[in-house]
């Protein structure tokens, strides 16, 4: 954070809790961070010249008399290749004891995607596990949840995903973890040699609860500075989102706000939203998928917290202990990922295209006269999965053979049906729209 030359220092609180302060003060925006009695702090509410902060570490040992200094921009994170293999701290300071990032300083937090330069997720995102990979296919760009109650191994759950998942950069986002999951996560990212595609902001237990807050935001900054910079797919774990909720409600419930169901803040929906819209494919390649975690009390899916996030995500993953083999599975039937048919619609397509095209070679050999085999092995070659192209086409050549494109078919093998010209019908003529920005802010 930069410091300034001239300073305005305020030594006069109006008000004390637990969570937050307020006093009067001038010239100071939303999220701005500020230093209470020597503790980090950020604005949450303003109304008029009074201004209240909510502070990270907690109010105890601030007195009415306490110096606050506002420093005049929101919190920030850099960012560079750097960023990989290092384990930081709420606010985006390394905590292995490593050297500082040097890089671009980017705001977190900021606005999502603009829909315009969005494109339909269908890419398959493969995690090894066959309750998801079979059955409720995930793909980039996808937001999706796992519903779990707490004395699942979720987080087990979750390293294995971020080890298995063919992804450029795995980020995770730990809120609430305790010691034994943060070494838990550390020692499994180190075994299996993937800490350079790894980039971790962590709070434990010992943290206190309202730093929380930063965690999902320090962890999606990073996620677009590569999807969007780099072009990379990134993943992005964040556990457990309870535990997020549970924060915001301190702080709600410290600034005297009326509690919504169960005791959660108003502005559940809208909090949970602003992280999960950040999932998004781009056009450039990059994509953040969005895996994240959410503890269920008592296995009550009613409650505010999993309720508000089954409206935004697409999809949700229950994880179930199974009395028959004692293991952890992914419940068959109370599980759904609402994107799965976009990747399965996509390969069937292709798959079909080059089968037609396999169909009509074999009913009308006589385009080859040679006997040659072009027209089968460009459709064996297209798109048809091992599996079934090692059945399909025993006589292709499958590991010499380049990928080719359906173009390599000739039209007159039938493979194709040609569309009936359209007469009689004007076009009307699009005018060349400028292009809209990347990022958005929403007025």
Request: a neutral charge; charged letters at 25%.
């Amino acid at each position: 954070m930069t410091t300034r030359a001239f300073q305005k220092i305020y030594t006069k609180i109006e008000n004390i809790t637990k969570a937050t302060v307020t006093l009067r003060a001038e010239g100071v925006g939303n999220d701005e961070l500020a230093t209470v009695g020597g503790k980090l702090a950020q604005v949450v509410k303003i109304m008029g010249d009074q201004v209240t902060l909510q502070v990270f570490a907690g109010t105890e040992g601030i007195t009415t008399d306490s110096e606050v200094i506002f420093h005049g921009e929101p919190p920030k994170l850099r960012v560079s290749d750097n960023l990989a293999g290092r384990f930081f701290n709420a606010y985006g300071e390394p905590i292995e004891g490593g050297e500082q990032i040097e890089g671009e300083a980017r705001e977190i937090g900021g606005p999502t995607v603009n829909p315009f330069r969005r494109i339909q997720p269908s890419e398959l995102i493969a995690t090894g596990i066959a309750g998801i990979d079979l059955n409720n296919t995930i793909v980039t760009g996808q937001k999706i949840p796992f519903f779990a109650d707490p004395d699942q191994p979720y987080n087990a759950v979750m390293a294995n995903v971020a080890l298995r998942a063919k992804a450029d950069k795995i980020i995770l986002g730990g809120m609430g973890l305790s010691n034994d999951d943060f070494l838990y996560f550390k020692q499994v990212f180190e075994n299996a040699g993937a800490l350079d595609r790894i980039v971790s902001f962590v709070n434990t237990t010992e943290n206190p609860p309202v730093e929380r807050l930063l965690v999902p935001d320090m962890a999606l900054t990073a996620a677009e500075y590569f999807a969007v910079d780099k072009g990379e797919k990134v993943l992005v774990l964040l556990t457990d989102m309870t535990l997020y909720a549970d924060a915001l409600a301190i702080v709600s419930n410290r600034m005297d706000q009326i509690p919504s169901k169960d005791s959660m803040p108003g502005s559940l929906y809208s909090d949970l939203a602003k992280i999960y819209e950040k999932a998004v494919q781009l056009p450039n390649g990059g994509s953040i998928t969005i895996i994240a975690v959410t503890t269920l009390s008592g296995g009550d899916i009613t409650h505010a917290i999993p309720d508000n996030t089954g409206y935004i995500t697409e999809g949700q993953l229950f994880l179930r202990n199974d009395s028959d083999t004692g293991k952890v599975i992914v419940d068959p039937f109370r599980s759904l990922s609402r994107l799965k048919l976009a990747s399965l619609k996509q390969q069937t397509l292709r798959t079909l295209t080059a089968v037609s095209a396999l169909y009509a070679h074999q009913l009308r050999p006589e385009i080859e006269p040679d006997g040659s085999s072009g027209i089968a092995n460009a459709a064996c070659s297209f798109v048809i999965p091992h599996q079934v192209r090692e059945q399909a086409c025993p006589r292709a050549p499958h590991g010499a053979a380049k990928e080719r494109s359906v173009s390599a078919i000739p039209k007159e093998s039938g493979a194709f049906l040609e569309r009936p010209k359209r007469t009689g019908v004007k076009r009307r003529v699009k005018t060349k729209r400028p292009e809209p920005a990347l990022f958005e802010r929403s007025e």
